[in-house]
């Protein structure tokens, strides 16, 4: 496959694995969707059926990684990473559009969501606080549409959720998930990684959210923090290393330990 390929696809792969994703976020927690309150089991399985939908879109486009961590892995597995620097490119600037499409497409709620003062309190109280409020450099209120957060901060703890989860995923792409060429996933791949997906938020996305995806989480931020929402709070850029790091340390780690028992 050609650069152009592996970066057209990843762009579209991307944007539909976050369209999808992060739809199913919107539809859970804002205000005036019909889906409000249906809780975390549809939130996994919406994520699951993302990642179905966007593998089976581009797998023969690019290989369908739609991650960071698995483009490490893979060049790990492989000793090649001539094409590392456009997946991670196409995979970012696809987590951008994916995020702004859901923005378009939820545009009425999150401004119920964003004015209503049962979430965002009110107006005058917060101009009185000024710019240098602690809130401003946490989360905002609808930061979790567009990336993740812990439950409870703690460094050590956020940063092995992320490695632990994106351990078992990539893992379970290098020895379950690859196609012929062992360059991306495959047809039978593409089912079982979604469905790894939906283990890994089930089981363990309770602390942080489970981004186990660089570009998924990095990509969304920083929409959020160039979209005009009103009263949209911070996009909490203290954590945002958390969710880059541990993946891609993850990645790292699930290839060496395919690498040493599997290959």
Not at 119 to 134: F, L, M, S, T
Not at 150 to 172: F, Y
Not at 218 to 231: D, S, T
Request: aromatic share 8%.
């Amino acid at each position: 496959m050609s650069s152009s390929d592996i970066f057209i696809g990843e762009i579209i792969g991307t944007a539909v694995l976050i369209l999808l994703g992060g739809g199913v976020v919107a539809a859970v927690v804002l205000k005036r969707s019909k889906a409000q309150n249906a809780g975390w089991l549809a939130i996994t399985f919406g994520w699951g059926f993302a990642v179905l939908t966007a593998v089976y879109m581009t797998g023969t486009l690019s290989g369908a990684h739609l991650n960071p961590a698995v483009t490490v892995g893979i060049a790990i597995k492989d000793g090649d990473w001539s094409n590392v620097p456009v997946y991670f490119a196409g995979q970012l600037l696809g987590a951008m559009v994916g995020a702004a499409l859901v923005w378009i497409a939820y545009y009425g709620q999150f401004q119920a969501h964003l004015t209503d003062r049962e979430i965002v309190g009110d107006p005058a109280e917060k101009a009185i606080e000024g710019p240098h409020d602690e809130a401003k450099s946490h989360a905002g209120p609808v930061l979790g549409v567009f990336s993740t957060g812990p439950e409870i901060r703690s460094v050590w703890q956020n940063l092995a959720t992320e490695i632990i989860g994106t351990v078992v995923l990539v893992l379970a792409v290098l020895t379950q998930g690859l196609n012929d060429s062992g360059k991306g996933l495959g047809t039978l791949g593409a089912l079982i990684t979604a469905l790894v997906v939906v283990g890994i938020g089930l089981s363990l996305g309770g602390p942080t959210g489970y981004a186990i995806n660089p570009a998924r989480d990095l990509g969304p931020r920083i929409v959020h923090a160039l979209l005009p929402l009103p009263n949209k709070g911070g996009s909490d850029w203290g954590y945002a290393w958390i969710p880059v790091a541990g993946p891609l340390i993850g990645g790292a780690l699930a290839a060496g330990i395919y690498n040493i028992a599997f290959a």
